[in-house]
């Protein structure tokens, strides 16, 4: 079973810039999760879709971030524009849905954002 | 409010055996998840426990105790590749049937030879 697809896998942008990253989830997996983790820390969730409605983007930070999962599997997270406390590694991660046992998460590689 | 505490370091030594702890403070827990992150990765799973006792799963173990709001990662046979940092998170239920993942920052585990 593939596992869950990111690109890129490192960004170097200056503050002010635009960046996105895309994620492919695991195949048939309704929910999708975007997490930002900075160097030391767990994992912040910034957006959580059910198919392709958003569940949960309250610690989203709006004015400058932006996420769609428009058919429901691929996401894209953009930033813009970029300052320097969004230099994180930008991890997304999939899991099958509603069920308590399953909604086991299931990380991809990540993207490595640094803002100059 | 929400609030997961575990250690922020800990050394052990190979072939022996390490706990991790991690506590917790939910309005309404739904279950406790560790995962395995090592340095440059993203984190994997490694133990699920919704009720209170003890789950095995070849050298690791995840120990839950609802009542008390603590769990703990017993890592046995300690190997050099365990060398990693271990993540709490705990699902948290609010607003009727939504569920949120809530991540400690992790504990940083060194194994030496």
């Known amino acids: 079973e593939a596992g869950v697809a990111q690109s890129p896998r490192y960004k170097i942008i200056e503050k002010r810039q635009s960046v996105a990253f895309w994620c492919n989830p695991i195949?048939?997996?309704?929910?999708l999760y975007w997490y930002q983790q900075i160097l030391g820390q767990g994992p912040k969730l910034l957006i959580q879709f059910q198919n392709n409605g958003v569940v949960d983007d309250s610690q989203l930070p709006k004015d400058r971030f932006s996420a769609e999962r428009l058919k429901g599997v691929d996401s894209t997270l953009k930033i813009q524009p970029a300052k320097l406390e969004d230099s994180a590694v930008y991890l997304c991660?999939?899991?099958?849905?509603?069920?308590?046992?399953?909604?086991?998460?299931?990380f991809g590689p990540g993207t490595r954002l640094l803002v100059l | 409010g929400q609030n997961i505490d575990q250690p922020t370091e800990m050394t052990a030594t190979e072939g022996a055996i390490v706990q991790i702890n991690c506590t917790y403070q939910?309005?309404?827990?739904?279950?406790l998840f560790w995962y395995q992150q090592h340095a440059g990765e993203a984190p994997t799973f490694l133990s699920y426990n919704v009720l209170d006792g003890l789950e095995e799963k070849g050298r690791f173990s995840s120990f839950l105790s609802r009542s008390k709001g603590y769990s703990y990662l017993l890592l046995k046979e300690l190997q050099m590749k365990d060398s990693a940092s271990y993540l709490c998170a705990v699902r948290d239920r609010y607003a009727g049937n939504n569920r949120k993942l809530i991540w400690g920052l992790g504990t940083s585990l060194a194994v030496n030879p």
């Open positions: 195949s048939g997996h309704a929910t």
């Open positions: 991660a999939s899991s099958w849905g509603e069920n308590l046992k399953q909604e086991t998460q299931y």
């Open positions: 939910t309005s309404g827990f739904n279950g």
